[in-house]
């Protein structure tokens, strides 16, 4: 039974209406999703292609990560491909520019952010205000990563612009390789 839910739920999230049953699917559909980044937030739809259950649903499924909500958005606009799964920043971005065929937003589709702050020392007593004057990776400006990270800074009394130092330069999907590499005092990721 649980897996039946999974395998609709996530039908349901990639936006399908329906899918044919296993038994009754004669043709298989191929459908290509695009996503922003490969991360454990999405770890139920790993599970669900790992499983089969696309499979079982007559879905061929082409995972494909985008590193990045430009470039997910670019792989749909283009044709390349089907859904992407990405903040709508990327749609409102794409509709504020004038294009003729705006991609359908589907918001909200989890509860909370899948963003992670992580630091390159150990803190086990962590407060927002550890971040007064150190530099953190925030990802692309106008991001979701980095539009959320700076809300949640608002929201504890952090000013984004005075109190610390979020490089924006580099482009979400390049963050976590740039704080390996040194960079920053701590990361925003997904």
Request: glycine share 12%; charged share 20%; aromatic share 12%.
């Amino acid at each position: 039974m649980l897996k039946k839910i999974l395998s609709f739920t996530l039908a349901a999230v990639l936006g399908f209406g329906a899918f044919p049953c296993a038994a009754l699917a004669e043709e298989r559909t191929e459908v290509t999703l695009n996503e922003v980044a490969h991360s454990i937030f999405y770890a139920p739809q790993y599970a669900a292609i790992e499983l089969g259950y696309f499979e079982e649903e007559g879905i061929d499924l082409t995972l494909v990560t985008g590193f990045g909500a430009d470039k997910t958005m670019t792989a749909l606009l283009s044709g390349e491909a089907d859904i992407g799964f990405m903040g709508s920043e990327a749609s409102i971005y794409t509709y504020s520019g004038g294009a003729s065929d705006v991609p359908v937003n589907f918001a909200q589709l989890t509860q909370r952010a899948g963003n992670f702050l992580v630091a390159r020392e150990e803190m086990p007593d962590f407060t927002w205000t550890d971040l007064k004057g150190k530099d953190v990776l925030g990802g692309r400006r106008g991001g979701m990563p980095e539009m959320v990270f700076e809300y949640i800074l608002k929201a504890n009394g952090i000013d984004p612009q005075t109190d610390l130092n979020i490089d924006q330069s580099i482009d979400f999907g390049s963050t976590a390789a740039a704080f390996s590499g040194g960079q920053g005092e701590f990361t925003v990721e997904l």
